[in-house]
């Protein structure tokens, strides 16, 4: 029930998508505005308790929300996004943000501080397309397009690589790091190509589309 409740490790946000997703679908279907359903949202997220992490869940599922909202706007939201002054004042509030959390005020999962973190997102959607194109760029876009690929795949193989080093008796650290960061990165690299020459291995990470879906596409 762990896993339903209060879900260890990393399972957690998994749980959290699943539940975002959901939410956003039956608002959808009933019609309401989601920006309404924004709204609320942050609202829960300064007024709920910190228990079993429902702040935290609400606080969350806003990012969710405005990552939607992008996706069904982007059009208008980065003609929005091309303003200088919005853009500007976006840099501020991102970086004053940035300030408060490294004078060490908490920052991280406060809804009153939501707002440095939205400017912050808005600020890499105004500029990232910008960038030019290079093998970095590309390396950068796998994992993003690809992220709950090495969210899912990282851990197991980190867990593996860790208990190995402790059976050996390793004890410098940098060779956990190392190997951490390299597992961490293989994993997904090897899960993400699988995916892309095993289509049945999609079941591991994707809910299945529906055959209307599948005959637009």
């Not at 702040?55 to 706007?73: E, K, P, R, T, V």
């Amino acid at each position: 029930m762990r896993v339903l409740l209060v879900p260890p490790t990393y399972l957690w946000y998994l749980w959290y998508l699943f539940a975002f997703y959901l939410t956003a679908l039956v608002f959808t279907r009933l019609g309401v505005p989601l920006a309404a359903v924004f709204i609320g949202v942050v609202v829960a997220a300064a007024l709920v308790t910190p228990r079993f992490g429902l702040a935290n869940f609400f606080y969350l599922a806003a990012f969710f929300l405005l990552g939607h909202l992008f996706a069904l706007q982007e059009a208008r939201v980065r003609q929005a996004l091309s303003l200088w002054w919005g853009t500007a004042a976006l840099a501020c509030t991102a970086v004053g943000t940035a300030v408060a959390s490294a004078a060490g005020m908490h920052v991280k999962f406060e809804a009153e501080w939501m707002v440095g973190v939205i400017a912050a997102a808005a600020l890499a959607a105004r500029f990232a397309p910008a960038v030019p194109v290079s093998r970095a760029t590309k390396a950068v876009q796998l994992v993003g397009r690809n992220s709950m690929v090495f969210y899912l795949a990282h851990w197991p193989a980190m867990w593996a690589g860790c208990s190995l080093l402790v059976w050996l008796g390793v004890s410098w650290p940098w060779a956990y790091i190392l190997l951490n960061l390299c597992l961490g990165v293989l994993a997904g690299q090897g899960m993400s190509a699988l995916r892309r020459r095993v289509p049945a291995s999609n079941a591991l990470f994707v809910w299945p589309a529906r055959k209307t879906t599948q005959a637009r596409a």
